[in-house]
Antibody, heavy 120, light 106 residues
Framework: EVQLVESGGGLVQPGGSLRLSCAASGFTLSHYYMSWVRQTPGKGLEWVATINQYGDAKYYVDSVKGRFTISRDNAENSMSLQMNSLRAEDTALYYC?????????????WGQGTLLTVSS | DVQMTQSPSSLSASVGDRVTITCRASQNIHTFLNWYQQKPGIAPKVLIYSASSLQSGVPSRFSGSGSGTDFTLTISSLQPEDFATYYCQQSYSTRSFGPGTKVHIK
């Protein structure tokens, strides 16, 4: 059974940093692109970042470029999102999602999400 | 960047109704369009990928159509478990989601 479990969320002050993690099981992580998607409480979904199978191609939404870094460790079956210079507008539930492909792909499995709150 | 819009933003319907939700892309995305269903407190679930392909395990009352910039999700006969929010998402250029359509009980 495919499982994705996020961790690392919490309360951070504006300008602070936090690292989210996603533990994957039930499939071979090295075969898949992986992504982070966030959802503001009560609002819609926003794609944040994607990393390819090898970790050498990374894609970000414009609003997080230069502040967030996506990474993966296939040997440890995990993916991470390092978030720096956090802003109030980064407050959201962050989902880890498996991406079926880069071109014409879709998010076929999702974790339960981890909540980030940026507030003083 | 590809911007996605959806209409309506919400709708009220009864069990058994045929429901249609529209998604529009700001540029040609061919058929690189997916549909998700989300219920409160639960992660989204993919229903349709590549505009018209039904994800394994999804009931056949769900169908998708369209190409280019205009797409449609249709629920042929709304069931009680279908009251949820529906999002479209493009994968032609990075990724982006539509704002969602909430389906309410009439």
């Amino acid at each position: 059974e495919v499982q994705l479990v996020e961790s690392g969320g919490g309360l951070v002050q504006p300008g602070g940093s936090l690292r989210l993690s996603c533990a994957a099981s039930g499939f071979t992580l090295s075969h898949y692109y992986m992504s982070w998607v966030r959802q503001t409480p009560g609002k819609g979904l926003e794609w944040v970042a994607t990393i390819n199978q090898y970790g050498d191609a990374k894609y970000y939404v414009d609003s997080v470029k230069g502040r967030f870094t996506i990474s993966r460790d296939n040997a440890e079956n995990s993916m991470s999102l390092q978030m720096n210079s956090l802003r109030a507008e980064d407050t959201a539930l962050y989902y880890c999602a498996r991406d079926s492909a880069w071109t014409n792909g879709y998010f076929d499995y999702w974790g339960q999400g981890t909540l980030l709150t940026v507030s003083s | 960047d590809v911007q996605m819009t959806q209409s309506p933003s919400s709708l009220s319907a009864s069990v058994g109704d045929r429901v249609t939700i529209t998604c529009r892309a700001s540029q040609n995305i061919h058929t690189f369009l997916n549909w998700y269903q989300q219920k409160p407190g639960i992660a989204p679930k993919v229903l349709i990928y590549s505009a018209s392909s039904l994800q394994s395990g999804v009931p056949s009352r769900f169908s998708g159509s369209g190409s280019g910039t205009d797409f449609t999700l249709t629920i042929s006969s709304l069931q009680p478990e279908d009251f949820a929010t529906y999002y479209c998402q493009q994968s032609y250029s990075t990724r982006s989601f539509g704002p969602g359509t909430k389906v309410h009980i009439k």
